[in-house]
């Protein structure tokens, strides 16, 4: 079945350097979605890409489609401790929300 | 955030008893999700139920059996699990298939 695979599995960075997470797949993707779990907490909806070559941002998030539908990418400038947690890309095919493994981001005050 | 609520948020339970999770979500939505999530594996769906009707199940050991009463509620009936199904059971729903899925907090489960 469809796999989407993220990279890389864990970031750890001092507060206000960039950090970016990568979602890959081998077959084209209807669309992209972004997640945020906090630790501890449950995974929260970040936003939708569906366009080849989308570009959209969020403050300091900027999340990117490729043009190929087969990669997407989350990045985030000048991190701040509240940006802790793991981000999931996730795609679907048919019914299913397939999942990538997720990165997990820690930020050094 | 209230929109999809589970319970009980934690349960340790031993392998030949019976329990339930319970998930009720107040968006009007019409598809509804159980996930799994343990530390080694990322989010597992389990199942996926549209207006109440099954439409999903991602290979799901039989000791885990859901029921869907209706669009609002989601039920997870456990009975002899297994150590390794400790995990964390999400609940979630969405408009529709496709659509950004809404998350409840999760019952975080172990299994003696």
């Known amino acids: 079945g469809q796999q989407v695979m993220q990279i890389p599995q864990y970031q750890h960075v001092q507060e206000g350097e960039d950090f970016t997470t990568y979602c890959n797949s081998s077959t084209t993707l209807s669309n992209i979605q972004w997640y945020k779990q906090r630790p501890g907490g449950h995974p929260v909806f970040l936003i939708q890409l569906v366009k080849s070559g989308e570009v959209k941002k969020q403050k300091r998030l900027t999340f990117q489609f490729g043009e190929a539908k087969k990669n997407s990418s989350l990045h985030i400038t000048a991190t701040q401790t509240t940006d802790v947690g793991t981000y999931f890309c996730?795609?679907?095919?048919?019914?299913?929300?397939?999942f990538g493994g997720g990165t997990r981001l820690m930020v050094k005050p | 955030e209230t929109g999809v609520t589970q319970t009980p948020r934690h349960l340790v339970m031993g392998m030949t008893n019976k329990k339930s999770l319970k998930c009720e979500q107040h968006l009007g939505h019409n598809a509804m999700y159980w996930y799994k999530q343990s530390a080694k594996k990322p989010l597992e769906l389990m199942f996926v139920y549209s207006l109440e009707e099954r439409v999903e199940n991602n290979s799901v050991p039989s000791r885990f059996s859901p029921e869907c009463p209706n669009s609002s509620h989601l039920f997870l009936h456990l009975h002899t699990l297994q150590p390794e199904d400790s995990a964390l059971y999400l609940c979630?729903?969405?408009?529709?298939?496709?659509?950004?899925?809404?998350f409840g907090p999760g019952t975080r489960l172990t299994v003696l």
């Open positions: 979630a729903s969405s408009q529709d298939w496709g659509y950004e899925q809404f």
């Open positions: 996730a795609s679907n095919a048919g019914n299913m929300l397939t």
